[in-house]
C-alpha cells in the first residue's frame, strides 16, 4: 500500500510540475467536417437518428462581447437521406428531417422511421449528405432478460415527526435473473421513485394529502458486478468505482441476485386520513439488456471522468484516452437496449411503519 501511495504522490508531483508549461501550436490534423450519426435503438419502438456534423475545434460557439450577442454554431444536416436495412432488407428511406419543437432541441436535425426495432434485428443505418458525404454503421437489437423475482429488505428504520411522519431507512432489494447461457450479454439497471396522485384537503384550500418516496439514486459501491470495470487503483483513488452497467463476464449462464441498494432513501407522509391509496409508492425498476456499443459508450464515459488513467493522461504521464465509435466516420455512436420494467410498491412497509410509529407515540 505504501509502495502504491509513493508512486502516485511522485506521479502527481511530476503532474504539478508539468503543468506549469504552456506553448500556442496549430495542430496538423484533418479539420474537413464529417457526418456525425447517432441513434439509440430501443426495442418495441420507431428508430430515429440523429444525424450533424463534425467541426473544427476552434469554430465552436462563442459569445460576441462587442456586439453583446452570442454565436451558435449550427451543426444540422438538413440535407441527407437516411436508410434503413434490416439484415440486407431494406426497410425504409427518410430524406426529410423532423423540426424539433422544443427550444434545447432546435440546434438538432432528427430522421424519424415508422419502423419499430425488435429483438434479434440487425438493424443498419447508411446517411448519404452531397455536402458531408456518408455514415453507415450497424447494431444488433439485443433480446430482453427478464427479473424472476424481487425481494426488498428494509433495515435501519427511523421515523422523525417534524409535522408529519418522515421515515429514514437502509434499502436494500435483491433482482434475481438468469443470464442466457451461451452469449456474452450486457446489462444496465435504473432505479427511479414513483407515488400516488396528491390529494386535496377538502377543509383546507390548496393543501394537499401525500406519500413521497424519495431516493438519490442507486449506490453502485454495493453489487461487485458494478465495479468490474474499475481497477484497484481506481477503487483506491476515487472512492466509487461502481456504475450500474455489467457485463455477464462473472455470471454467463448463472441465476444471479443483484444486490441494489438505494441512496438515502425517505418517505414523506402526509396522510392524516390514513387514506390507503396513498401509500402505493415505491420504486420502478428498469432492467436493460443493452448492446455492446451500448456498454463501451458509457464505460469509456466512467474512464474519462473517474479513472486514474484518465487523470494521468490529462498531465501527460500516459497515453491519451481516445474515443469510441461504431460509426464510419469514427463520430458517432449506433447503440440498443431491450427493456423490462418492474413497479415494487413499498405500501405494506409504509403503512406499517407508520402504524407502529404511532403506536409508540400513544
Known amino acids: 500500500m505504501l509502495k502504491i501511495i509513493f508512486h502516485l504522490t511522485i506521479a502527481a508531483l511530476a503532474a504539478v510540475s508539468l503543468s506549469s508549461c504552456y506553448t500556442d501550436f496549430e495542430p496538423d490534423i484533418p479539420s474537413d467536417p464529417v457526418l456525425c450519426l447517432n441513434s439509440v435503438i430501443e426495442a418495441g419502438k420507431p428508430v430515429t437518428v440523429d444525424l450533424s456534423r463534425t467541426w473544427r475545434y ?3 460557439s462563442y459569445y460576441d462581447f462587442d456586439n453583446n450577442k452570442n454565436h451558435t454554431l449550427d451543426t444540422r444536416v438538413m440535407d441527407a437521406s437516411v436508410s434503413l436495412y434490416v439484415g440486407d432488407v431494406l426497410k425504409e428511406t427518410v430524406d426529410t428531417p423532423d423540426v424539433p419543437t422544443s427550444a434545447n432541441q432546435r440546434d438538432r436535425s432528427f430522421y424519424s422511421f ?41 433495515t435501519s428504520v427511523k421515523v422523525f415527526n417534524w409535522g408529519y411522519p418522515n ?38 384550500p390548496g393543501d394537499y ?33 461502481g456504475m450500474s452497467l455489467f457485463t ?26 390514513d387514506i390507503d391509496s ?4 415505491g420504486v420502478v425498476f428498469r432492467f436493460c439488456s443493452v448492446s455492446e456499443s451500448y456498454y463501451t459508450y458509457f464505460l469509456l464515459d466512467w474512464v474519462m471522468d473517474n479513472s486514474v488513467g484518465s487523470n494521468l493522461s490529462e ?9 469510441y465509435s461504431n460509426v464510419s466516420t469514427r463520430a458517432g455512436i449506433i447503440c440498443a437496449f431491450s427493456p423490462r420494467e418492474y413497479r415494487y410498491s413499498l405500501r405494506d412497509f409504509i403503512k406499517n411503519t407508520v402504524a407502529d410509529s404511532n403506536s409508540d407515540a400513544e
Open 315 to 323: 498531465a501527460g504521464l500516459s497515453d491519451l484516452v481516445e474515443g
Open 248 to 273: 455477464d463476464r462473472q455470471i454467463q449462464g448463472k441465476t444471479y441476485p443483484l444486490d441494489i441498494s438505494l441512496s438515502y432513501p425517505t418517505v414523506v407522509v402526509n396522510n392524516p386520513e
Open 114 to 154: 415508422d419502423y419499430v426495432a425488435c429483438p434479434g434485428d440487425e438493424i443498419r443505418l447508411v446517411a448519404v449528405s452531397k455536402k458531408y458525404g456518408e455514415a453507415e454503421g450497424s447494431v444488433t437489437v439485443p433480446h430482453p432478460v427478464d427479473i424472476e423475482s424481487i425481494d426488498f429488505t428494509p
Open 278 to 281: 396513498l401509500y402505493d409508492a
Open 209 to 241: 394529502y401525500f406519500v413521497d418516496f424519495r431516493f438519490n439514486g442507486i449506490d453502485c459501491n454495493v453489487e461487485p458486478l458494478f465495479s468490474e470495470h474499475a481497477g484497484i487503483l481506481d477503487l483506491i483513488m476515487s472512492g466509487s468505482g
Open 58 to 60: 476552434s469554430d465552436g
Open 167 to 204: 421515515i429514514e431507512f437502509d434499502c436494500a432489494f435483491k433482482l434475481i435473473f438468469t443470464d442466457p447461457a451461451g452469449t456474452r450479454d450486457f446489462y444496465r439497471v435504473t432505479a427511479e421513485p414513483y407515488r400516488h396522485e396528491m390529494i386535496p384537503n377538502p377543509d383546507k
